[in-house]
Antibody, heavy 124, light 111 residues
Framework: QVQLQQSGPGLVKPSQTLSLTCAISGDSVSTNSAAWNWIRQSPSRGLEWLGRTYYRSTWVYQYGASVKGRVSISPDTSKNQFSLQLTSVTPEDTAVYYC??????????????WGQGTLVTVSS | QSALTQPASVSGSPGQSITISCTGTSSDIGAHDHVSWYQQHPGKAPKLLIYRVTHRPSGVSDRFSGSKSGNSASLTISGLQADDEADYYCSSYTGSSTLVTFGGGTKLTVL
């Protein structure tokens, strides 16, 4: 059974960097078959895909257009986890952030396992 | 504004069937058989109900079924139960740099 456990601060100041981590159990971040995603959800923007990473002989990173340039996703094989960093945040980045697994990276399977969600508020 | 269009709300009585539509474009739903559906109860993470248009993950009730026609997809729930009351979201692969897009969600009320 795959489990994803999120951690990170719930309050970030404007212009600072939002950082969240997703610890994986029951699977490996460096598996050849799955991709590791970050999604956020807010009343104003709904569900929004932020990006993903997966391993295919080398690490691949794909990011959504709405956050490209501000977002990075980093795998940590020693701790079997992956992280999200979002720079220069504004109140519009206030949302519940989720990590999730796509078990088949050929196109889009769907997100079969999700973290518990982290409400991140951007406020001074 | 979500790229995929869903009705804001639908309702049905226990035992009835309902269908939730999801309208996209020829660049997303119309171009790929990579439509998935999620159920979300308040305060919980979304749960995958349907993947690749019609397939159910192990453990998902066969009361949930998916279909696609042209640029639109649909989720049908048969034999409505009280616990089906939740928000439902569709998503589609886009093939663009923003890999996947979601619908705005549909609130299902079981009367």
């Amino acid at each position: 059974q795959v489990q994803l456990q999120q951690s990170g601060p719930g309050l970030v100041k404007p212009s600072q960097t939002l950082s969240l981590t997703c610890a994986i159990s029951g699977d490996s971040v460096s598996t050849n078959s799955a991709a590791w995603n970050w999604i956020r959800q807010s009343p104003s923007r709904g569900l929004e895909w932020l990006g993903r990473t997966y391993y295919r002989s080398t690490w691949v990173y794909q990011y959504g257009a709405s956050v490209k340039g501000r977002v990075s996703i980093s795998p940590d094989t020693s701790k079997n986890q992956f992280s999200l960093q979002l720079t220069s945040v504004t109140p519009e980045d206030t949302a519940v952030y989720y990590c999730a697994r796509d078990p088949d990276i050929s196109g889009w399977f769907g997100l079969d396992y999700w973290g518990q969600g982290t409400l991140v508020t951007v406020s001074s | 504004q979500s790229a995929l269009t869903q009705p804001a709300s639908v309702s049905g009585s226990p035992g009835q069937s309902i269908t939730i539509s999801c309208t996209g474009t020829s660049s997303d739903i119309g171009a790929h058989d990579h439509v998935s559906w999620y159920q979300q109860h308040p305060g919980k993470a979304p749960k995958l109900l349907i993947y690749r248009v019609t397939h159910r993950p192990s453990g998902v009730s066969d009361r949930f079924s998916g279909s696609k026609s042209g640029n639109s997809a649909s989720l049908t729930i048969s034999g409505l139960q009280a616990d089906d009351e939740a928000d439902y979201y569709c998503s589609s692969y886009t093939g663009s740099s923003t890999l996947v897009t979601f619908g705005g969600g549909t609130k299902l009320t079981v009367l």
